[in-house]
């Protein structure tokens, strides 16, 4: 249970005015909160040897070049600000002295 002068405190911390009112529904909403996350933390979860959760496997697909039809060039080419040809024309960025 979050005590008074541990919620005035975060209050200060956080450079807010509380009224009395706002003090015990922010007591009770933490008290709330806080038995959620002990809950939490008595929940059997497997973890893996790195202490995560469930599996972790990449979900990308290999980098391949696949045929794109003309139609298709020419609406992402309309959708661009700038194109020289069938490229979209982008700013220089890297300058070489």
Do not use: C
Not at 9 to 24: F, M, P, Q, V, Y
Request: proline share 3%.
């Amino acid at each position: 249970m979050i005590t008074a002068a541990e919620l005035e405190h975060l209050a200060a911390l956080a450079r807010i005015s509380l009224t009395d009112g706002d003090k015990e529904s922010l007591a009770k909403e933490f008290d709330a909160i806080l038995g959620y996350v002990d809950q939490l933390k008595k929940a059997d979860a497997a973890l893996d040897a790195e202490g995560r959760v469930g599996t972790v496997k990449n979900v990308a697909r290999p980098d391949e070049a696949r045929p794109v039809s003309a139609e298709s060039r020419e609406r992402l080419l309309a959708e661009a600000p700038d194109r020289e040809g069938d490229f979209i024309a982008v700013k220089k960025i890297i300058a070489q002295d």
